[in-house]
């Protein structure tokens, strides 16, 4: 397909209180690819992101290049690559589309089930040591399944919110949809790394109105899990029960690793 356009931007390092494990967040590099991308696409609404996670981002320079790979009356489609120290690091394709909120609803998602309210759960409290993104997030389980627990669900359900981080909805919904603890969690008993190898989000009309600039409930559970590999779907909604985007992660199962180590995961 012939390339319409193309940017390239240089970009800092990303703050290591944005790490994850060992490296920077998926989620927020994603984010950032997204944030980018949309300057090519006018007033557009983001439909669509589908992010291909090549290798770990650490503390190197950073180069973000962006092409249009289509443009018609409607759309936009980009395709974006961060490349982190020279190597490409992180690949994205964007859908941007007109939007019009406020038009008739031919279907609306119900929420799946009713959760206490956020000031009812109890707080999540993850190890800053092992996972620093985690000073970014307030985390409320909002059901009896817990990460690590040992139990019969690979399902998480929660109240999750970030804080004081400047994004767009679309962007903060990608940022939210990659930061809750694997789903396999809720069945495992000890701390495995299952870093997430791509992530495709796809947002609902609900995006071009705003509404995370709070609280949102995410529900992540796992469809399917191997020795190596597990597949993840995610869900996330406006506190008023209105769905802002769905997601689909393939994520590697890291096994024997020194990362089981102490400190412990969770605490509190």
């Not at 589309?97 to 009812?120: C, K, N, Q, T």
């Not at 009309?205 to 600039?213: N, S, T, V």
């Amino acid at each position: 397909m012939r390339t319409l356009t193309s940017s390239d931007v240089e970009l800092p390092a990303l703050d290591p209180t944005w790490w994850s494990w060992s490296s920077a967040h998926g989620g927020l590099l994603a984010a950032i690819m997204m944030r980018h991308a949309r300057r090519q696409a006018d007033t557009m609404t983001q439909r669509s992101l589908h992010a291909s996670f090549l290798s770990p981002v650490t503390t190197a320079p950073l180069r973000l290049s962006t092409e249009i790979q289509q443009r018609n009356m409607s759309s936009v489609v980009t395709r974006s690559t961060l490349f982190h120290d020279g190597v490409p690091s992180v690949t994205a394709t964007s859908l941007f589309a007109d939007s019009h909120p406020g038009e008739d609803v031919l279907y609306r998602s119900p929420r799946p089930l009713v959760v206490p309210a956020v000031d009812d759960c109890p707080e999540l409290v993850l190890s800053e040591e092992l996972i620093p993104v985690a000073q970014h997030l307030s985390i409320r389980m909002a059901t009896d399944v817990r990460p690590l627990s040992g139990g019969d669900e690979p399902r998480l359900t929660a109240w999750i919110r970030l804080k004081n981080l400047d994004l767009g909805p679309a962007e903060a919904a990608v940022v939210l949809l990659d930061s809750m603890p694997p789903a396999i969690y809720g069945v495992l008993d000890k701390p495995v790394p299952v870093p997430s190898a791509e992530i495709s989000v796809r947002f609902t009309d609900q995006i071009a109105a705003g509404g995370l600039d709070d609280w949102a409930l995410i529900q992540v559970r796992t469809e399917q899990a191997g020795s190596s590999w597990t597949l993840e779907s995610g869900s996330l909604w406006t506190p008023d029960g209105t769905l802002m985007g769905v997601s689909l992660q393939t994520r590697r199962i890291v096994a024997n690793t020194e990362d089981l180590r102490q400190p412990a995961l969770f605490g509190g």
